[in-house]
């Protein structure tokens, strides 16, 4: 077996390299029962020669940072689409919460 190629797919990882920031949405949660806004930023670099997008992310309330995390994009050969990482938090490990929705703009 051969060493796999980049695709098509790949090349369009391009699209997301960059920084990027935005306003998240953080919903109610054993962290924050209320729920609050605060303020992402994303770093998102090609890795693995090519094969993979690595992203460092970092929130930030009141101009603090608050958490930080990695995550990764990769392309799914067999079904031409792409994956992305996700971690949800949990406080027992069996029920898991989505903690934030954002949108995020190049910058």
């Known amino acids: 077996m051969g060493m796999p190629k980049l695709t098509p797919g790949h090349a369009r990882f391009e699209k997301f390299v ?3 920031t ?3 949405n953080m919903l ?5 029962p209320d729920g609050l806004v605060a303020g992402g930023r994303n770093a998102c670099r090609l890795s693995l020669n090519g094969f993979a997008i690595m992203n460092v ?3 930030r309330r009141g101009g603090e940072v608050t958490f930080t995390g990695h995550g990764v994009l990769t392309y799914d050969f067999s079904r031409k689409d792409y994956w992305a ?4 938090m949990s406080t027992d490990g ?3 919460n989505t903690l934030f929705a954002a949108e995020y703009t190049r910058g």
């Open 28 to 32: 109610p949660s054993h962290w924050d």
């Open 85 to 88: 990482g996700r971690m949800e």
């Open 18 to 20: 960059g920084d990027w």
């Open 57 to 59: 992310y970092e929130q």
């Open 94 to 96: 069996e029920s898991w």
């Open 22 to 24: 935005g306003t998240e």
